[in-house]
């Protein structure tokens, strides 16, 4: 089976608060995207990207997919107003059956074993959304107040979501909804079940100054072995 990752990173990182946005940063000399990149080329040898940037940084990306070990398997495309209008653009480059990972260019500190449970579960039950176990306590407001959840029925959602290429197409033709915070939700309005599969505690999304904080010892420890 054909397989298309399609990494949006066409936002301006406005909680980053730097003027480059945050998947151009540099981490131990790389920047953030180029680690996204490389899990990607890491996964499958016949794994293919199409990577979506913001307009105006399309010849940076030009400068990093050149610094990765396998250009040829890259393609750029240009981001939209929201994520949900950035994949939809990336996805309308598919015109093959395939299966389709969704994935966020900031968490760049995602595995290839991450990527291929991904696929073992998309080919297995439709899609496959990455998804980790919460450790703090919850509460949700309500109009009294607020009340406690069961954390042990909680999962926190990442990236990638992974589904057959016929089905994301046709749930991002739908109109775009404040709802749709990622993929499962876009396509579980066409009310096709969702499944999760385990994530990874490390797959952070880069968000704020801290996360790059984290993500550099990461990647330190990554590269000492531990
Ligand atoms: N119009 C947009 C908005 C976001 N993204 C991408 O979606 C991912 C997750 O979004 P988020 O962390 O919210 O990134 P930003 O929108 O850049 O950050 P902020 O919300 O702080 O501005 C990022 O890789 C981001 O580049 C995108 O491709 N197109
Ligand atoms: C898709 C996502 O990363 C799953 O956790 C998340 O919903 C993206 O949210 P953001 O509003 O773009 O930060």
Redesign the pocket.
């Known amino acids: 089976m054909e397989k298309y990752a399609v990494v949006?990173?066409?936002?301006?990182?406005?909680?980053?608060g730097t003027t480059v946005?945050?998947?151009f940063l540099e981490l131990r000399g790389k920047p953030v995207i180029w680690y996204t990149l490389t899990a990607f080329l890491d996964s499958f040898p016949d794994m293919q990207i199409i990577l979506?940037l913001p307009e105006q940084h399309l010849q940076t990306g030009q400068q990093i997919l050149r610094s990765t070990y396998d250009p040829d398997r890259i393609w750029m495309t240009v981001?939209?107003?929201?994520?949900f209008?950035?994949?939809r653009n990336g996805l309308q480059h598919i015109r093959k059956h395939s299966i389709v990972f969704v994935h966020?260019?900031?968490?760049c500190l995602l595995t290839p074993e991450l990527i291929r449970r991904c696929y073992e579960g998309a080919v297995d039950k439709g899609n496959a959304i990455a998804a980790v176990g919460a450790t703090d306590s919850i509460r949700i407001e309500t109009f009294n107040g607020n009340e406690q959840l069961d954390r042990n029925k909680i999962r926190i959602i990442q990236t990638p979501q992974t589904f057959y290429s016929d089905i994301v197409k046709s749930a991002f033709e739908q109109d775009f909804h404040e709802s749709f915070t990622d993929e499962a939700s876009v396509v579980e309005k066409l009310g096709v079940k969702i499944h999760l599969i385990e994530g990874e505690n490390s797959n952070i999304?880069?968000?704020r100054p801290l996360d790059l904080l984290i993500a550099e010892k990461v990647l330190e420890e990554r590269e000492m072995g531990l």
């Open positions: 949006v990173a066409g936002g301006s990182g406005l909680r980053m946005p945050k998947q979506v981001g939209g107003e929201t994520r209008h950035s994949v966020d260019g900031v968490r999304k880069i968000t």
